[in-house]
């Protein structure tokens, strides 16, 4: 087994307990996880004994929502997925620890500073007075027909007809968003092999396109059960996962039980916004650490 002092143990068991909760409440503090992982351990390594915490996790979600999943996403992100975790596979291949973890922190850092400046760009949009509550109406109906086609929901007392400018100028088209689930695909998959990573991408992704709370819990739960077995190969064949990494996984099992526990206990006490606001935050933290 790695031999461990009592602070790095310490750590990574919290680090473990923060798994289990980003897998059932705060989806943003997985990416916590990945940076004190790869604080304690080589950052190679860390994602070899990360995986199988990162499964148990998976598990545990999938259980808790998986009634709430929407399987029209996942369809739509898997091909871009698989695409972004190959390359990972040829990144990680040729590429020391330093460049890995630089990297994965330039790319999430990237990501939530965009996501974060189009969210203050809708919130002033949102009070000006001129089209106060126009837009954010229209463009909640272009994201939910994206998603569900079938289920755009109808105005009350709504008349039959053209919508107006403003409303058709509002939302994105259908171009934009496939490019969109294109990008957060290859980002989301290159980064989770690379560095088991690939969460905050995959929660900007779901809160820009509207998913309330279990939808974002219960859509992140399969995909990443999915992703994170097609990882497994993988990460064998590269040597990330080896004898040692399974039995300290096997001490810190346990934790990410009770991490998911607490998160299951904590999420039906936290409101929409704080919700995005913390998984916004947690990825910016995150990112910031894996630069050192």
Known sequence: MLSLGALPLVTLVLAALLVGVSKTAVSGVGA???ALFAAVLPARESTGVLLPL????????????????????????????????LLGVVFVARTDDVVTRRTIGVLLLTVAVHHGWQRARAGSRSRSPSRSGTN???????????????RAPAQKGAQAGPESPDDIGAGPT?????????????????????????GPAMSLYLLSSGFGMLGF????????????????PFSVGLGLVTADGLALDALLSLAVVVGAGTGRALVHRIDQGAFERLALAFTALASIGLLR
């Open 217 to 232: 819990l219960g859509t992140g739960a399969w995909f990443f059960l999915i992703v994170n077995l097609v990882k497994v």
């Open 32 to 34: 916590l996880s990945v």
């Open 54 to 85: 990162l499964l148990v996790g998976d598990v545990l979600a999938v259980r808790a929502y998986r009634g709430h999943a929407d399987r029209a996403v996942l369809l739509r992100l898997l091909p871009s997925v698989a695409a972004g975790v």
């Open 174 to 198: 259908t171009r934009q968003l496939r490019l969109r689930e294109l990008l957060f695909g290859l980002i989301a998959g290159f980064a989770t092999m690379v560095a088991n990573a690939g």
């Open 136 to 150: 954010s109406r229209a463009l909640a109906r272009t994201w939910t027909r994206a998603r569900h086609p079938a």
